[in-house]
């Protein structure tokens, strides 16, 4: 480690003699931000090189701008650092003149030492001639750098002077070896952990670090939003970044042999930049995927087939999956700063082209959007619709619910006879759950009313904004949705029962999948279908849209939809006997003024048609029976009737 290498260090800073007629020194100051930030938000490292610098050496530019790629600015503060660092240890492998401290050069003794640790033996040299404080600078490395280093290298308990010396330096310092790499970040993520970290149970693979988490991260998720959510993004993240095959031990006690997986002290920064790269390149809809093909075959196989590769919301959404996890292992001390700061600069990084990529989008947020009113009516007042209608009673109600009530489609789904209730002589319909009041632990038993068959199965809401009272739109009543309920609550008598029958409750989407696919195959009928764009989600963007030009107020429309205004108001005084309060009367009126253009058959229209198919396949069926029996010539001739 050379003096100057040292002093580009802010924690180590060595006074620099003057020497006659040696060339004019320049440093960049080890304590400034060079940083300048961008329209967008970016942080720029940015370095003026001095005009008598140039003169020497006309190859470098007048300024260094290079970007930190973050709008953090104390990650930006950090990566800036790093970059001066790197700069001036690359001129001083020249020896150049300018930065004053090639001394032999211009006839004075060389100023320098170094040391190297390797397989746990620290050699070190001090350059003859060295000066006073070349000699004091050189002791306190061996004191901050060297002795430490030694002492892990041997498993011995450090001098207590020695552990409290060794906080204060930077976490991506490595003590191991003082070269070029101790005047930047550590690459490598795990042979640098806390010195105040407890390795006494540290895990040694990824996978098996990711289980821990899982166990001890206070994560409440639960094992629904785990297995359809989260373990897809890990599994990939695993395979990715796997190195090594090993036989690896499931939750369950089984074994699945030769699986990819990779070393906590492997890890480095470009294992994280290089797992960014390839999340880029992996093709679509890989969360469904449970075919056993590891991820980078997966990408193999997308690049030869030219596939699509998913969007940048998911990288990102995958990135941000993990990061919880990484954060975990830098808190554990099984990792150090330098890879949790690298796992953050991949991540600002995805969510920059999630922005650039929605600005490019020419006609708004790439998503659901809302349907004009000749695409209702091609939608419901169609056969498709009304042949469904007659078929059962959720697909002649479902999707006028969920028009009117911009609810979504597994709300809907799991109402109860009981969720229809008046507030101040005003039918509404209750979207609140019977699952704990912590909206993160879902893994805790449902209600009764629920009729779940196991602990998991119980009504649920995406989050507790959802919980609402809104109410049931006059278009509704007219159609008759009213008597529909007072029918159900007839069948199933006294207990709660659910208002919709013939729907099955499925781990990922509770009671929605069937109601979802209905509509989205009535749209297809009917032409209006677009990938992501006119969807069944399309229905509660329509009814958002036209409240809006009724005129209703933005918060109102937020709690009508389930969404949170984050407002005190809400969270802390809006809680009613029959749950979250809600201008009922008042928005009741306002939702007689909505219209799709479409009119929906009423419920005894509806009862009549079905009367009527009942007759006519009972007349067929009759027809038929007949036609069976009818006269059979024998061979004589004669005719039996």
């Known amino acids: 480690m050379s003096n100057s290498e040292a002093a580009a260090d802010p924690a180590i800073q060595a006074p620099q003699a003057a020497t006659p007629g040696a060339a004019r020194p320049w440093r960049p100051r080890s304590a400034a931000s060079h940083l300048t930030r961008t329209p967008a938000g970016v942080y720029h490292m940015r370095l003026v090189i001095p005009a008598h610098v140039r003169a020497l050496h006309p190859e470098l530019p007048g300024e260094l701008r290079r970007s930190t790629k973050t709008s953090d600015r104390c990650q930006a503060l950090r990566s800036a650092r790093e970059m001066c660092r790197e700069l001036v240890t690359s001129l001083e492998q020249k020896g150049d003149a300018m930065l004053g401290t090639n001394g032999a050069a211009q006839g004075q003794p060389k100023q320098g030492f170094r040391i190297e640790w390797v ?158 790269e390839q999340m880029k390149l992996m093709p679509q809809r890989q969360g469904k995927r449970n075919d056993g093909i590891e991820a980078k075959e997966v990408i193999r196989r997308a690049i030869a087939e030219r596939a699509r590769p998913q969007s940048t919301e998911n990288v990102a959404k995958k990135l941000r999956h993990a990061l919880p996890c990484v954060r975990f292992l830098k808190k554990k001390g099984w990792i150090n700063e330098a890879l949790l700061d690298e796992f953050t600069i991949q991540l600002k990084d995805a969510d920059a082209r999630v922005s650039k990529a929605k600005k490019k989008f020419k006609k708004g947020k790439a998503g659901a959007v809302g349907l004009t009113r000749e695409e209702m009516r091609r939608t419901y007042v169609s056969e498709a619709y009304l042949q469904g209608a007659i078929e059962c009673d959720w697909k002649h109600w479902i999707d006028p619910l969920r028009i009117y009530s911009a609810a979504r489609v597994s709300e809907i789904a799991q109402l109860l006879t009981s969720d229809i209730i008046y507030i101040c002589g005003v039918p509404c319909i209750s979207f609140v759950d019977d699952s704990p009041e912590d909206e993160d632990n879902e893994a805790h038993t449902g209600g009764a009313l629920s009729k779940a068959r196991t602990e998991e199965e119980y009504r649920r809401l995406k989050n507790t904004a959802s919980r609402r009272v809104i109410p049931v739109a006059p278009q509704l009543i007219k159609m008759g949705f009213l008597d529909f309920v007072q029918h159900r609550r007839e069948l199933v008598g006294k207990v709660p029962g659910p208002l919709f029958f013939g729907l099955k409750w499925e781990a990922k989407s509770g009671y929605g999948r069937k109601p979802s696919e209905h509509t989205l195959e009535l749209l297809k009928t009917a032409g209006v279908w677009q990938k992501r764009r006119k969807v069944g989600h399309s229905l509660r963007a329509t009814c958002a849209q036209h409240l809006d030009r009724l005129g209703m107020q933005l918060e109102d429309i937020q709690r009508y939809l389930g969404h949170s205004t984050g407002t005190e108001l809400e969270e802390s005084y809006m809680e009613g006997d029959e749950g979250p309060a809600y201008p009922a009367e008042r928005i009741a009126k306002l939702l007689e003024q909505l219209d799709f253009g479409v009119q929906f058959p009423t419920w005894a229209e509806v009862l009549k048609l079905r009367e009527q198919c009942a007759r006519e396949q009972q007349l067929s069926r009759k027809n038929g029976y007949a036609r069976m029996r009818m006269t059979v010539a024998d061979k004589d001739g004669v005719v039996h009737a």
């Open 119 to 276: 397989d746990g033996a620290v050699s070190m040299e001090l350059y003859p001639g060295a000066q006073l404080e070349t000699i004091r600078l050189y002791t306190r490395v061996i004191e901050q750098f060297a002795a430490p280093a030694a002492n892990r290298a041997t498993q011995l308990p450090p001098e207590p002077a020695a552990v409290e010396q060794t906080t204060t330096i930077a976490p991506e310092t490595r003590s191991d070896h003082v070269d070029q790499e101790s005047t930047g970040t550590s690459d490598t993520g795990a042979q640098s952990p806390e010195p105040s970290a407890d390795h006494s149970d540290k895990p040694e693979w990824l996978s098996e670090a990711i289980l821990r988490w899982r166990a001890e991260g206070g994560v409440t998720f639960s094992d629904t939003t785990w297995i359809y959510s989260y373990e897809p993004s890990f599994r990939q993240f695993v395979e990715l970044l796997g190195d090594t095959r090993r036989d690896v031990a499931q939750e369950d006690g089984t074994i699945t042999p030769s699986k990819l997986d990779i070393r906590l002290a492997d890890l480095t920064r470009r294992h994280f930049v290089q797992l960014h």
